[in-house]
């Protein structure tokens, strides 16, 4: 396995938002933050074999996440499973819930979406990464997991600014 350098980590992630209207998303989902090809490949080489420990390696797996469901998510199941594989992390690896929580709502500002099950981390992601108008048929036709969202207290105000 190859020598990690989480000092470069750290220092990718403060290069790119240092770039364009990155800083705050004021609301605007992780995608509008605009990681182009280049970037996007740059992130999954930094990433590729590196176990997350830092909230900024949080972060930037989080952006990854967004982006690899932009790029490369064909459908099915919500699981960290191609994720785990696209990056080359050991099968057996379980991030933690609690990291990835923080990184999101700490590190981004986004809220983490509550479900049924309790806090859905992917499905989180998952609206972050869609594009505007998958969003907005999802405004008429909510998965069961969105429903149970705005059961739950998520109103339709706060899904809705994530189609912008």
Do not use: K, N
Request: aromatic letters at 8%; charged letters at 30%; one cysteine or more.
């Amino acid at each position: 396995m190859p020598l990690i350098d989480r000092r470069a980590l750290s220092s990718w992630l403060r290069q790119f938002r240092e770039r364009g209207d990155r800083q705050a998303l004021s609301g605007r989902p992780l995608r509008s933050l605009g990681c182009s090809d280049e970037e996007y490949a740059e992130l999954r080489s930094l990433l590729r074999g590196v176990v997350p420990y830092s909230r900024a390696e949080h972060m930037l797996l989080t952006l990854f996440i967004v982006e690899w469901l932009r790029r490369e998510f064909s459908g099915g199941a919500w699981t960290y499973e191609p994720i785990i594989r696209a990056l080359e992390l050991p099968r057996d690896l379980v991030l933690d819930p609690g990291r990835l929580d923080d990184a999101l709502e700490q590190g981004w500002g986004i809220e983490v979406l509550r479900t049924r099950s309790g806090r859905d981390f992917l499905a989180t992601l998952l609206l972050h990464a869609m594009p505007s108008y998958l969003l907005a048929e999802l405004r008429t036709t909510l998965s069961d997991d969105l429903r149970a969202a705005r059961a739950q207290g998520a109103t339709l105000d706060q899904l809705v600014p994530l189609a912008r």
